[in-house]
């Protein structure tokens, strides 16, 4: 293992962790501007899931996000399907815990923390896609 590979691995790690910060801060930052009720839950869980699949998007291409996208291997992690996807958990993830669609009463920390984990874990998932592309 040399220092380069070491060095590339633990920027995708930051990347991945990167992503489930997003998401907490995401959430923090809407609810922070709104008050709860199901029409803001609900545009909530849409932003959510925005920033999940624009996170996968930006994890998956790594260092190429700001570069031309031809018909190279690369141009694989914009698979609309998979953006999609990542969306599609970032938006099922909070309104599976919002608590005007769920009656688990998870406290704001609680809620954050969920996101979190999620957001890492759709990070590690747009780290393997970007492995497999290569």
């Known amino acids: ?8 691995g633990a ?8 992503l489930g910060a997003a998401a907490r801060l995401a959430h923090v930052f809407w609810y922070r501007l709104f008050e709860t009720s199901v029409a803001v839950d609900l545009a909530g869980s849409v932003a959510l899931g925005a920033v999940f ?6 994890v998956a291409s790594g260092d190429r996000v700001f570069g031309p996208v031809g018909s190279t291997v690369d141009s694989w992690v914009w698979r609309p399907r998979r953006v999609a996807a990542a969306g599609a958990v970032g938006f099922l993830l909070h309104a599976s815990i919002a608590p005007a669609f769920t009656p688990f009463g998870l406290e704001p920390a609680g809620v954050n923390a969920v996101l979190a984990a999620g957001g890492v874990a759709v990070g590690l998932w747009s780290l393997a896609v970007r492995r497999a592309a290569r």
């Not at 293992?1 to 590339?8: I, S």
């Not at 920027?11 to 990167?18: G, H, I, K, P, V």
């Open 1 to 8: 293992m040399t220092p380069r590979r070491v060095a590339a």
């Open 11 to 18: 920027f995708d790690l930051a990347l991945a962790l990167t």
């Open 53 to 58: 699949g624009l996170g996968h998007v930006l």
